[in-house]
C-alpha cells in the first residue's frame, strides 16, 4: 500500500515471531489504530502524510512453492522463511520423497559445508541439525506427512533420520 498514511503505530519484531503470533499481537493494534483514525476523521483532525515511494514495497500472493526451503540459502534467510510461512502454508522440504513441514528452527554455528540440506546430527538440546548456507540450521518441531506435528525429539525417538542423508527442494 502506497498511499497518504492518516495514522501510524509500530510493534517490533521478535527473534521468535512467526505470522501467526504477528497476527495475533496485530489484531488489537491495527483496531486501536482504526478507531483513532475514524475519531480524527469524524472531528477534522487527520493528517494525511505521504509515504516515501522508493521504501514502498509489494507484497504478492504467496504460493506453496515459496514455502519450499533452499537449503544452499542463508540460516537467516531459511529461519524467517520458517518463522513466515507458520502457520501457514508452512515451510517444507522433502525427506526420502516425504514433505516434511517445519514449524519452529534455530540457527545453530558456522560451517563450511557446502553439502547444503545434509543431515548433520542430531542433539537432544539443540534439535536436528542441517547443513545450510553458512551455518547450521537446528530444527525443532516438524510434522513428516504420515505423521503428525510433533518436537523433534519425540519423532527420533522411534524413528531414524541418520547424519549424512539429505532434506531437498524437490520431492523425489
Do not use: C
Not at 505521504?50 to 514502498?56: D, R, T, V
Not at 526420502?96 to 548433520?120: H, P, S
Amino acid at each position: 500500500d502506497t498511499g497518504d498514511m492518516l495514522h501510524k503505530l509500530s510493534l517490533p519484531i521478535e527473534d521468535n515471531d512467526t505470522s501467526e503470533t504477528l497476527f495475533n499481537k496485530l489484531m488489537p493494534l491495527g483496531a486501536s489504530a482504526l478507531k483513532a483514525t475514524l475519531i480524527k476523521l469524524r472531528d477534522g483532525k487527520a493528517v494525511r502524510i505521504k509515504q516515501n515511494e522508493e521504501e514502498a514495497t509489494y507484497a504478492p500472493m504467496i504460493l506453496k512453492a515459496d514455502a519450499i526451503i533452499d537449503w544452499s540459502d542463508s540460516a537467516d534467510n531459511i529461519i524467517n522463511k520458517i518463522r513466515g510461512m507458520n502457520p501457514a502454508p508452512v515451510a517444507a522440504t522433502y525427506y526420502n520423497g516425504k514433505k516434511v513441514k517445519i514449524y519452529e528452527a534455530v540457527k545453530g554455528e558456522e560451517t563450511d559445508d557446502t553439502d547444503y540440506g545434509k543431515i548433520w546430527g542430531f542433539f537432544e538440546d539443540k534439535g536436528l541439525g542441517i547443513v545450510a548456507g553458512g551455518n547450521i540450521v537446528y530444527i525443532n518441531e516438524f510434522h513428516v506427512e504420515n505423521s503428525k506435528r510433533m518436537a523433534v525429539s519425540d519423532y527420533m525417538k522411534g524413528n531414524k533420520l541418520e547424519p549424512g542423508e539429505y532434506f531437498t527442494g524437490i520431492e523425489e
